[in-house]
């Protein structure tokens, strides 16, 4: 089995233990779970707008949201996964930026900063 059979036969486990591990580490406000259910509201109101032009198995869907990507569905559903995050994250962290080191790892030995 390779890596890639392992994820997509394990994907939506993978993702249930994912969200309990975040649901413990979470640290969420009044405001990001409020924005956070706009972020999730907009994700359903995608998926039941591209649901309701699915015609499965039938023939292929080529109207509505489906004219513009190729599965909205999925398109939705990226909502929800950053409704889930955003819902569960401290304001603060979200707007702090990564810090990134800009010196060269010469420069950082000559200063006496090692890594």
Known sequence: ????????????????????????????TPQTIVLGGMIG??????????????HKQEILTTTGPY????????????????LFVWALVEPRRVRQPVPISMETPEHAYASGVRS
Do not use: E, Q
């Open 67 to 82: 004219a513009y990507t190729r599965n909205p569905l999925y398109f939705g559903s990226s909502f929800l996964a950053i």
């Open 1 to 28: 089995m390779t890596l890639a059979d392992f994820f997509a036969r394990w994907r939506v486990r993978l993702g249930y233990i994912l969200a309990v591990v975040l649901l413990l580490l979470a640290s969420p």
């Open 41 to 54: 509201l907009l994700g359903l109101v995608i998926r039941a707008y591209a649901a309701g032009f699915l």
